[in-house]
T-cell receptor, first 113, second 109 residues
Framework: KAGVTQTPRYLIKTRGQQVTLSCSPI?????VSWYQQTPGQGLQFLFE???????NKGNFPGRFSGRQFSNSRSEMNVSTLELGDSALYLC????????????FGQGTRLTVV | KNEVEQSPQNLTAQEGEFITINCSYS?????LHWLQQHPGGGIVSLFM???GKKKHGRLIATINIQEKHSSLHITASHPRDSAVYIC???????????FGTGTRLQVFP
């Protein structure tokens, strides 16, 4: 079966712009989580969606937001980009949440210049 | 202090050696994930376990929930095992994964 698909794979944006990243989970998976990975901070949890509802949220400013559609596809949006937002953004899907096996996408590498 | 600690941070081995990576956590975690990340960023889930031991090929993962400790073992290591290995767990009653800092493994032929 198809894995988790993230688009785009690479993105370069300018400070102050906004960006939308997309994640298509494995068919049948209802939970989608987003993570930010930077060399300095490692992997950090952004938020988790289940059946179109945000169920958990990490410690990120309100510039980071997301949503999930009825087909479980999810998007995350970052507004007013800052240089420090440059990172690898990963999404993972699972059947019902982090207590079930997680399948990760390849990530979107965002560079803010 | 990180809530999830891994050791060692870096590990170098010769092909064929037995590898052990340790993960200790100080918070309540309902299950533990072991993940593998190759250069380029893609993450693969190796194991998810909440008790005992699991084996997949040359990989073995164990967990002791009472001691809040898990280990990942690689038998007969191979250069293709070179990657960063990360342990992670969801906090009790949440689906928020918290991650260890990772162990960078290099296996030389």
């Amino acid at each position: 079966k198809a894995g988790v698909t993230q688009t785009p794979r690479y993105l370069i944006k300018t400070r102050g712009q906004q960006v939308t990243l997309s994640c298509s989970p494995i068919s049948g998976h209802r939970s989608v989580s987003w993570y930010q990975q930077t060399p300095g901070q490692g992997l950090q949890f952004l938020f988790e969606y289940f059946s179109e509802t945000q169920r958990n949220k990490g410690n990120f400013p309100g510039r980071f937001s997301g949503r999930q559609f009825s087909n479980s596809r999810s998007e995350m949006n970052v507004s007013t980009l800052e240089l420090g937002d440059s990172a690898l953004y990963l999404c993972a899907s699972s059947l019902v949440g982090a207590s079930t096996e997680a399948f990760f996408g390849q990530g979107t590498r965002l560079t803010v210049v | 202090k990180n809530e999830v600690e891994q050791s060692p941070q870096n590990l170098t081995a010769q092909e064929g050696e037995f590898i052990t990576i340790n993960c200790s956590y100080s918070v309540g975690i309902s299950a533990l994930h072991w993940l593998q990340q190759h250069p380029g960023g893609g993450i693969v889930s190796l194991f998810m376990l909440s008790s005992g031991k699991k084996k997949h090929g040359r990989l073995i993962a164990t967990i002791n929930i009472q001691e809040k400790h898990s280990s990942l073992h690689i038998t007969a290591s191979h250069p293709r095992d070179s990657a960063v290995y990360i342990c992670a767990g969801p906090l009790y009653n949440t689906d928020k994964l918290i991650f260890g800092t990772g162990t960078r493994l290099q296996v030389f032929p």
